[in-house]
Nanobody, 125 residues
Framework: QVQLVESGGGLVPAGGSLRLSCAAS????????MGWFRQAPGKEREFVAA???????YHAESVKGRFTISRDNAKNTWYLQMNRLKPDDTAVYYC???????????????????WGQGTQVTVSS
């Protein structure tokens, strides 16, 4: 079993920055594929960014150029650096891990088998 714990959320004015972290513990492996998703009130959970074990990355169009996903395999931690935040970025952010096929990136929530509890990000206008 793998446990994921997010941190780094908070309240920030528009144009500001935050860095989210996701620490993995338990039966973790550097070969896992990892991702970030978010869910705003009244909306479905949506894909934000993904990273393979070899650090291939992909970002949703809505965050491309502003957000960056990265990972530190030695620390079993991955990150989401969020710059130039907008009020539309307000949501609960979730990290996710997939224990097979880590060479690829995954964009659907159903493709991940471990999830964190979420961290709130609020961007004020």
């Amino acid at each position: 079993q793998v446990q994921l714990v997010e941190s780094g959320g908070g309240l920030v004015p528009a144009g500001g920055s935050l860095r989210l972290s996701c620490a993995a513990s338990g039966r973790t492996s550097i070969s896992y594929a990892m991702g970030w998703f978010r869910q705003a009130p009244g909306k479905e959970r949506e894909f934000v960014a993904a990273i393979s074990w070899s650090r291939l990355t992909y970002h949703a169009e809505s965050v491309k150029g502003r957000f960056t996903i990265s990972r530190d395999n030695a620390k079993n931690t991955w990150y989401l650096q969020m710059n130039r935040l907008k009020p539309d970025d307000t949501a609960v952010y979730y990290c996710a891990a997939r224990s097979s096929g880590g060479s690829y990136m995954y964009f659907r929530s159903s493709e991940y088998n471990f999830w964190g509890q979420g961290t709130q990000v609020t961007v004020s206008s």
